[in-house]
T-cell receptor, first 115, second 113 residues
Framework: DAGVIQSPRHEVTEMGQEVTLRCKPI?????LFWYRQTMMRGLELLIYFNNNVPIDDSGMPEDRFSAKMPNASFSTLKIQPSEPRDSAVYFCASSLDPGRYNEQFFGPGTRLTVL | SQKIEQNSEALNIQEGKTATLTCNYTNYSPAYLQWYRQDPGRGPVFLLLIRENEKEKRKERLKVTFDTTLKQSLFHITASQPADSATYLC????????????FGQGTTLQVKP
């Protein structure tokens, strides 16, 4: 398996624009996680899905952020409108069943810069 | 809510020595604890998991301990090499253990040749 795939790897946009980040989890993994990493706040969980259903979105900063998982092999994280404070590295991760001690597999991340 | 403390200062050691990284947590005792490695520009990579009923776990040159009384985990790398230089993150599940992990800020290790 190719591992967790994320696109784009880098995104530079201007404030107010819509940004869409994409993720393809490892085949067979039932859980998908979206994280944001910054120097100040570290690695923060934004939202996670189980079998394509959002389970916990308490980490989503505000209504400008939304995430979807239309099928088991694809998820998107959208920011609309984007702001400079959204600049961060966004990671997608997948897991078999983390409640049974399974580890999370992370993608390479998308580095987002909002000017 | 759970809080995790990892030494924010970088750890610099000489090649061949043992590196010891600390992860302290407050509040409830988790069912398990995980350690991840993160290299610059990459996502975290899972290294080891230790369960609450295990005191020690080993994998090659890595050793993790879990002291639920002290609410602390120690991560050791023996015979360290420059290739071990990276940031190491500890992660704990939430009390409900539904799959959500809380990550520490990480400790950066620099192994000098």
């Amino acid at each position: 398996d190719a591992g967790v795939i994320q696109s784009p790897r880098h995104e530079v946009t201007e404030m107010g624009q819509e940004v869409t980040l994409r993720c393809k989890p490892i085949s067979g993994h039932d859980y998908l996680f979206w994280y944001r990493q910054t120097m100040m706040r570290g690695l923060e969980l934004l939202i996670y899905f189980n079998n394509n259903v959002p389970i916990d979105d308490s980490g989503m900063p505000e209504d400008r952020f939304s995430a979807k998982m239309p099928n088991a092999s694809f998820s998107t994280l959208k920011i609309q409108p984007s702001e400079p404070r959204d600049s961060a590295v966004y990671f997608c991760a997948s897991s078999l069943d983390p409640g049974r001690y399974n580890e999370q597999f992370f993608g390479p991340g998308t580095r987002l810069t909002v000017l | 809510s759970q809080k995790i403390e990892q030494n924010s200062e970088a750890l610099n050691i000489q090649e061949g020595k043992t590196a010891t990284l600390t992860c302290n947590y407050t509040n409830y005792s988790p069912a398990y604890l995980q350690w991840y490695r993160q290299d610059p520009g990459r996502g975290p990579v899972f290294l080891l998991l230790i369960r609450e009923n295990e005191k020690e776990k080993r994998k090659e040159r890595l050793k993790v301990t879990f002291d639920t009384t002290l609410k602390q985990s120690l991560f050791h790398i023996t015979a360290s090499q420059p290739a071990d230089s990276a940031t190491y993150l500890c992660a704990l599940p939430t009390r409900s253990n539904t799959g959500k992990l809380i990550f520490g800020q990480g400790t950066t290790l620099q192994v000098k040749p």
